[in-house]
């Protein structure tokens, strides 16, 4: 056992505060809702929780449960999935490009080239289909919808540099153990299997196999746990961002499931027979016979017509009785608005505007603010992504000088950033006359006007070169060839003004006899 340490630790262990029923029971336990929470039916929301550090007012069983319903939810709810897809779609999309910040240049392109053209495709150990912004967009995902994501280090038996995904669930414990007993992490505390130091920092991770036999602790050293912390002590799992929204998300699938049925019984039912007693009448029934299995067999002039299943019918019989269309007016125009309210709430709290699933409610400067509320989500994830991509990059380009893989280089090898994926652009007109105005003010720079596009300023710069020699190539032999002058040569290759000059044939020379 790992003797413990004479001096009190860096942050207190208080008892928590706990609101006890007269049984002397918490009266809640979950942090946020879950159906599994409420309690007796008739109270639908918690309204009263324990007060406390978050590990324990975020217990396991409570991790468990908001990842079992974020997920059910984030796979049945085409808007919110689709929002959350979205979202994660224009955090990574074609960014993260490696860029190196180092001063051996030479030794940066050749690694920037491997890292693009080598590591990148086959980064996980799950192949191909995984690359690293794929990678990189799973995590996204997983911080909205888990909370969490794991990502372990390891390398092929050759020694290539390896990265492995790690589900949230699969970071737990088997017991309700509070103290590691052995191994090297013994004598440490652990709760829902982080396991903490003194100081309440993770220095460690509880990786659940198959069975308990394959359970493994593993150093943070190799195992990263990001996540984005909403609690000042939430030094454990993070938080799913559907939680606060759980109930909201499934009452919207309830009330999305019961209209759908009632418009499919207003379809199925094509006419409403109403009588005085709300039965056929008893002269209808009269001479009905039954078969050979003793069912009743209805007369003629009674008409019965079943929908599959048997669960609804419409009758017509008799004369001087009302028959009508049955009509639906569901949902209202209240109930929708009502409803619009509650979506927009719940994808709020996922970081994503409800406007993005259909811009055309709103417009001017509407538009305008939604675009920045989405653009500060997106790059708030951006730079919570780009710690996993620098640490995923810096343990590469270690692994793969240690291999021999790539050149050696003891010069600030560790110095990486990364393009940023293409900027979310409601009005691309309007986005792209103000960077123009700013750049030719000095208020702009052509790193951030490349950067919407998800392009690096200095490759821009380098493109830029090349084709213009190339077309100053051109344009010279054009002149020389058929005698034009190098500006309509180059007018004809490349229209730079909206009114170019006409193309001029070059003077030449000439002598009066």
Not at 348 to 356: I, R, S
Request: aromatic share 8%; proline share 5%.
């Amino acid at each position: 056992m790992r003797k413990k340490k004479a001096i009190a630790p860096v942050v207190p262990k208080e008892k928590s505060y706990k609101l006890l029923d007269r049984r002397g029971q918490p009266m809640a336990t979950s942090l946020y809702p879950t159906p599994n929470s409420m309690g007796n039916w008739t109270k639908y929301r918690p309204r009263l929780n324990v007060v406390g550090d978050t590990k324990v007012t975020q217990t396991a069983f409570d991790r468990r449960d908001q990842i079992k319903f974020a997920r059910n939810l984030f796979a049945s709810m085409p808007d919110l999935g689709g929002a959350l897809i979205s979202k994660a779609s224009w955090c990574v999309s074609s960014g993260f490009a490696p860029v190196y910040t180092g001063t051996n240049k030479e030794w940066g392109d050749a690694t920037e080239v491997w890292l693009s053209e080598i590591f990148y495709p086959v980064c996980n150990v799950l192949g191909p289909n995984f690359d690293f912004r794929t990678t990189l967009t799973l995590s996204s995902l997983s911080l909205d919808v888990d909370g969490d994501s794991g990502l372990l280090l390891t390398t092929t038996r050759s020694g290539f540099p390896q990265i492995q995904l790690i589900p949230s669930h699969r970071i737990a414990q088997r017991d309700d153990s509070k103290t590691i007993a052995e191994g090297k992490f013994s004598g440490y505390d652990i709760a829902d299997g982080v396991i903490y130091n003194d100081s309440g920092r993770a220095i460690g991770y509880r990786i659940l196999g198959d069975t308990p036999d394959d359970d493994v602790d593993i150093s943070s050293a190799n195992l990263q746990l990001l996540y984005e912390p909403e609690w000042s002590d939430q030094a454990g799992h993070g938080i799913s961002r559907i939680a606060r929204s759980t109930l909201d998300w499934m009452d919207m699938q309830d009330v999305a499931e019961y209209t759908k049925r009632s418009l499919k019984i207003a379809s199925a039912i094509g006419l409403l027979h109403t009588t005085e007693t709300g039965t056929p009448d008893n002269s209808a029934l009269v001479g009905a016979t039954e078969d050979v299995n003793g069912a009743i067999v209805a007369p003629a002039n009674l008409q019965l017509e079943y929908v599959r299943g048997g669960e609804i019918y419409y009758m017509r019989a008799g004369a001087g009785e009302d028959i009508k269309p049955m009509t639906d007016e569901r949902p209202s125009q209240n109930s929708s608005e009502f409803m619009d309210k509650i979506q927009r709430k719940a994808l709020y709290a996922c970081g994503w505007p409800v406007e993005l699933l259909d811009p055309s409610k709103v417009g001017g400067a509407s538009v305008r603010l939604i675009q920045d509320l989405a653009r500060k989500s997106i790059s708030s994830r951006q730079i919570t992504l780009q710690r996993r991509a620098k640490w995923i990059i810096n343990y590469a380009v270690a692994k793969a000088m240690a291999a021999g893989i790539i050149p050696q280089n003891n010069v600030d090898w560790y110095s990486w950033n990364f393009t940023k994926a293409a900027t979310l652009i409601v009005d691309n007109g309007n986005e792209a006359n103000a960077d123009r105005e700013a750049y030719k003010l000095g208020t702009n720079t052509l790193s951030d006007i490349s950067s919407k596009g998800g392009k690096d300023w200095y490759e821009l710069r380098e493109q830029q070169q090349k084709e213009t020699e190339d077309l100053l190539t051109r344009a010279t032999v054009l002149s020389k060839k058929y005698s034009i002058t190098m500006d309509g040569a180059l007018n004809l290759l490349s229209q730079r003004s909206p009114n170019p000059p006409p193309t001029a044939m070059a003077s030449t020379s000439t002598t009066t006899p």
